[in-house]
């Protein structure tokens, strides 16, 4: 009648089953986001249409074009980028181009050219390089057409 003994309950919420589209170990993608994990090293060349989170080690170039690239707390990265925006909060080396935003976050190290019409660089960040700011609207050189003059002009 006075029993220590707790009834024992069925779990609540049972563990999920594995995930048959889950990526090699190390690579979670959640929703358009792919997560490189801390005991990860990519080296060569990245490009995804998904927004990119890292963690690990990371080192070659990154491209993606109209995602969000996110550098970890833990992460590792040299390399060039390209992307909508940029957020650094671990460690960056090498030239960044954004044509939204880049945000360097406190404790973050980044170390590069940026090319964004936004710049963020919060207080207690580390920032080595040269910022060019641009027009949101200003398309790259390469991408600009070429209006040619009318005959007799």
Request: net charge neutral.
């Amino acid at each position: 009648m006075w029993s220590d003994r707790k009834p024992t309950r069925a779990f609540e919420n049972p563990p999920a089953p594995p995930n048959p589209n889950a990526g090699p170990e190390g690579i979670v993608n959640v929703s358009n986001l792919t997560v490189i994990g801390k005991a990860m090293v990519v080296r060569g060349h990245v490009k995804s249409k998904e927004s990119l989170h890292i963690e690990g080690e990371v080192d070659g170039t990154l491209e993606l074009p109209g995602a969000r690239l996110t550098v970890g707390a833990t992460a590792r990265v040299a390399a060039d980028a390209r992307a909508r925006e940029i957020e650094v909060i671990g460690t960056l080396t090498g030239d960044l181009d954004a044509s939204k935003k880049i945000t360097v976050r406190r404790g973050g190290r980044l170390v590069g050219d940026l090319r964004t019409p936004g710049i963020v660089i919060e207080e207690g960040a580390y920032y080595k390089g040269k910022i060019e700011i641009v027009n949101p609207e200003e398309q790259p050189i390469a991408e600009v057409p070429v209006k040619r003059a009318a005959a007799g002009s």
